[in-house]
């Protein structure tokens, strides 16, 4: 059996493979927190509970409505996209004036109320999503199994990625959204509705946290404290990228995966400590993150 640095390299592949999944919803996740605070300057701490929130919204459209996973995948986005609207315009957009500790605070409520809501409603066991039936099986490569499934999700996480840096940093659509955050009266004057790019801004943030919960409901079971298991993880990596970074959560996200990924394998007791760890490191060499701008 051949192996790598005394690893049988499917065991090392398989690993890698692991924390490319995992790396895909740090990346996704992180993207939305960092578009939420990089241009409403608002800590979405109910970013995990949304995340939840969009693998039961799959769930019940496929247990209730019998609309499977394809139309989840655009339906889940939206309604949780649409909640964050409500969200935003009725309790968070009173706080952008204030401090980052109100809307901290107010989010983290927030977020304890959706979870407990769902915890009362479904229990804490679990509930079963099948994989589409497209994405069955599996490709045999030369050095490991890949699951279609995993592969369609690191596919659709980097897709959804780019096009959302390219939206923000390349088109006339961010340039606004940008200018609109940093001189919202001068956007107002030149006729641009400021208030309704925020609130839009913080519905496709959330939105994307709820497309993420639907790509992770059938790898993962769905339930309520799912959000609250990744959500702190994902902070570690907004940290590490820069807080606002829209690309520095993007690759951060990825390649953070990948390291917690050959963690398990050479050091499996590191594992669940190691983005904190690197997380420490970058914090005293450089406070304001890898890819953020210092003040």
């Known amino acids: 059996m051949t192996t790598i640095f005394g690893v049988p390299t499917q065991a090392l592949f398989g690993q890698l493979l692991l924390g490319l999944i995992n790396g895909s919803f740090y990346a996704i996740l992180s993207l939305g927190l960092a578009i939420i605070f990089g241009l409403l300057n608002i800590i979405n701490f109910a970013h995990g509970a949304l995340y939840m929130m969009g693998a039961f919204v799959a769930w019940m459209l496929l247990t209730y409505v019998g609309l499977g996973y394809w139309w989840a995948l655009g339906l889940a986005p939206l309604v949780v996209g649409v909640f964050g609207v409500v969200l935003e315009r009725v309790l968070i957009a009173r706080l952008y004036k204030l401090d980052h500790l109100y809307g901290l605070l107010l989010t983290f409520g927030i977020a304890l109320i959706i979870q407990g809501l769902f915890r ?30 995993r592969g369609w999700v690191v596919v659709a996480s980097l897709t959804v990625c780019l096009a959302t840096w390219l939206v923000i940093e390349k088109t006339k659509l961010g340039a606004y959204l940008r ?18 790019f925020l609130t839009l801004t913080y519905g496709f943030g959330v939105a994307l946290a709820g497309f993420a919960g639907v790509l992770a409901a059938p790898i993962y079971s769905v339930n309520p404290n799912m959000g609250a298991d990744i959500i702190i993880v994902v902070f570690a990596v ?13 690759i951060t ?4 995966g990948l390291v917690e990924g050959l963690t398990k394998v050479f050091y499996p007791e590191a594992s669940a400590t190691v983005i904190f760890v690197i997380m420490v490191l970058v914090l005293l060499v450089k406070p304001a993150g890898l890819f953020g701008r210092t003040a």
Not at 184 to 195: C, K, S
Not at 238 to 250: P, T
């Open 179 to 196: 200018a609109a955050t940093e001189n919202p009266t001068l956007v107002q004057a030149f006729g641009v509705n400021v208030p309704l």
């Open 253 to 256: 996200g990825f390649a953070l």
């Open 120 to 149: 009362n409603q479904y229990g804490v066991s679990g509930l079963p999503y099948a994989i589409p039936a497209e994405l069955s099986g599996g490709q045999r490569l030369p050095f490991m199994f890949l699951p279609n499934y």
């Open 238 to 250: 907004v940290v590490i990228g820069g807080m606002g970074s829209i690309i520095g959560s993007v």
